[in-house]
Every structure is written in structure tokens, then in C-alpha cells.
């Protein structure tokens, strides 16, 4: 890894599906560069990396068909500092519930995390979350067929749970050291908090 001082850091957005550019764009408003990786040779020279949303076991086959997934582990097992929203967070967990058989993760977050969590019902749904650790409330949330983090080491941070409703008290935003997952989509909704903590962890891990 270099050494970023913020401004010049170099962000690596996984690019294999899903929702990348949103990523991309809500970085570019923090002041930061970014790399599409879809190939082994994308990761040389990031300083960190983010997983986006989208359909995780996708993002799976074609990170284990390109080459990526180990490269991928041994980075994120290094220390690079890593977000990942949805299914990004679903890549970053250690286990899955619900997940494929055949569904890998680049793993590093001690965490179970539950695929589809919300049921059927509230497949797509949004609400106001109240994460002291990305600013005041409220912190707008879209969840879209989203996880939740079932279980949590004892490493890990919760950030944020459902406020109210049949989810309340879920675990819906986690950080363990260099590594941050929500299972909504600051992405999708112009709120750069998420994006700017995340770009606060890089500089401190620099
Ligand atoms: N919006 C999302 O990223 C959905 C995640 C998807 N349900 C999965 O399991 O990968």
C-alpha cells in the first residue's frame, strides 16, 4: 500500500456487477480517486477497497472465475481497509446464511450475516436509521433485498440496528478495525457520510 494523505488516495471499486458507479460518484464527491478492479492486476497500488451492491452470489462466481477471490482475501487479511454495502457487505462476512452452496466471500469480518433477511414483504424498503458514528441523525437508509448481521464477534463494532418494525434491533451497519459494512445502500441516496467515514478510516490506516 502507498501512503495516502486523503485527497490522493487511490480507492479500488470491485467492478464485477452491481451498482459500481453509484460508488464510484459518492467517492468522487469525497475528494478520492478510484480504480474499477476486474482483474488481478486492477488491485496493484490501492489503498483501499469497496464492495457494492448487487447480487452477491454473482459478485462470487465471477471473483472466483477471474481470479480474483484470493488476491482479494490476502488483501483484506493484510489490513486494507475495505466497505462493503449489501451484498458488498455479504462479501466481507466470514459466513453466510441463506447464502448458495457453492457462494465463497472474500471474508475478514467475524460476522454471520443472513442473505435476504427482510423477507419477501419488505423486499425493498427505506427508513430513518440513527448511526451516531456517521453524523447526526437521520442517516436515510435504502435496503433492497438486504442482509442483516445475524451474529457478531466480539472484534466487531455494531454501528447501527433497525430502529422499528419486525426488524427492530437488527444489525444493519458494523465495523471491525479496518473494515466497514452496512447492509443499506448510502450509495443510492446522495448522503456522502457513509462514503466520508470510510475515506476517515483509509487516512487513518495510511
Ligand atoms: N441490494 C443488494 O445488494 C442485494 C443483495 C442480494 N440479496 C444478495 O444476496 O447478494
Not at 441463506?98 to 454471520?112: A, C, H, N, Y
Amino acid at each position: 500500500m502507498s501512503a495516502p494523505t486523503g485527497a490522493d488516495a487511490l480507492v479500488g471499486v470491485l467492478a464485477l456487477q452491481g451498482d459500481f458507479r453509484e460508488h464510484e460518484h459518492a467517492l468522487a464527491a469525497c475528494g478520492v480517486a478510484t480504480r474499477r478492479i476486474r482483474t488481478v492486476e486492477d488491485l496493484d497500488g490501492i489503498d483501499a477497497l469497496v464492495v457494492p451492491g448487487g447480487e452477491s452470489t454473482t459478485m462470487s462466481n465471477l471473483a472466483l472465475r477471474w481470479g480474483l477471490m484470493e488476491p482479494l482475501r490476502a488483501l483484506v487479511r493484510g489490513g486494507l481497509p475495505a466497505y462493503g454495502s449489501c451484498a458488498g457487505m455479504i462479501m466481507l462476512a466470514d459466513r453466510i446464511e441463506g447464502g448458495r452452496t457453492d457462494q465463497e466471500t472474500i471474508g475478514g469480518l467475524d460476522v454471520t450475516v443472513l442473505r435476504n433477511a427482510f423477507g419477501r414483504q419488505v423486499d425493498s424498503f427505506e427508513a430513518d436509521l440513527d448511526i451516531p458514528a456517521f453524523g447526526p441523525a437521520p442517516m436515510h437508509a435504502v435496503f433492497i433485498r438486504a442482509p442483516w448481521v445475524e451474529r457478531a464477534g466480539d472484534a466487531v463494532e455494531v454501528l447501527g440496528t433497525v430502529p422499528s418494525g419486525p426488524a427492530a434491533g437488527k444489525i444493519v451497519a458494523v465495523r471491525q478495525g479496518h473494515l466497514l459494512a452496512t447492509s443499506f445502500h448510502p450509495e443510492l441516496t446522495g448522503d456522502t457520510r457513509v462514503h466520508e467515514y470510510f475515506v476517515e478510516m483509509v487516512r487513518e490506516q495510511a
